[in-house]
């Protein structure tokens, strides 16, 4: 999965917790989802 990545980016998320977070924070830019400005660490747990 993570090939994928770096073909299309150039580099992939460094865990599935790191993708969570990667969503979420796109989400809150986007369109402001979410109930503030997501923590990394809250997804890596």
Same mark, same amino acid.
């Given at each position: 999965?993570?090939?994928?990545?770096?073909?299309?980016?150039?580099?992939?998320? !460094? =865990?599935?917790?790191?993708?969570?977070?990667?969503?979420? !924070? =796109?989400?809150?830019?986007?369109?402001?989802?979410?109930?503030?400005?997501?923590?990394?660490?809250?997804?890596?747990?």
């Amino acid at each position: 999965m993570w090939d994928v990545w770096d073909r299309v980016y150039g580099r992939h998320p !460094e =865990s599935i917790g790191h993708l969570d977070y990667l969503f979420a !924070e =796109s989400l809150y830019r986007r369109y402001g989802l979410g109930a503030g400005h997501p923590q990394r660490e809250t997804y890596e747990e």
